[in-house]
Nanobody
Framework: VQLQASGGGLVQPGGSLRLSCAVS????????IGWFRQAPGQERDWVSCINNDSTTYAATALKGRFRTSRDNAKNTVYLQMNSLEPEDTALYYC????????????????WGRGTQVTVSS
């Protein structure tokens, strides 16, 4: 299974972006997908996760601004990010877990390349 995150870019503070995580080499069905981000010089942080039944979890600080969804027919998971702040600037990754959502990096079996999100005026 391969994962590829896309949809990043440069956005002004207060703006929105929707990231996509496309799964190939297999089907999205059956996997939980987590989103992570890593800012320069910082550790990778868990952002959110969505189970196969679409139950979602998100970091407490991001719950009101970030929303995760999935479309199994398109083998794609989305991360809708609203009211973006400069502190959201990071490389965003997605990862797949076979045993359901985890709130950290452990438990994810497949990792994709990231997409850069830069929030700046």
């Amino acid at each position: 299974v391969q994962l590829q995150a896309s949809g990043g870019g440069l956005v002004q503070p207060g703006g929105s972006l929707r990231l996509s995580c496309a799964v190939s080499g297999g089907t999205l069905d059956g996997y939980a997908i987590g989103w992570f981000r890593q800012a320069p010089g910082q550790e990778r942080d868990w952002v959110s996760c969505i189970n196969n039944d679409s139950t979602t979890y998100a970091a407490t600080a991001l719950k009101g601004r970030f929303r995760t969804s999935r479309d199994n027919a398109k083998n794609t998971v989305y991360l809708q990010m609203n009211s973006l702040e400069p502190e959201d600037t990071a490389l965003y990754y997605c990862a797949a877990a076979t045993k359901g959502c985890y709130g950290g990096s452990r438990g994810y079996d497949y990792w994709g390349r990231g997409t850069q999100v830069t929030v700046s005026s």
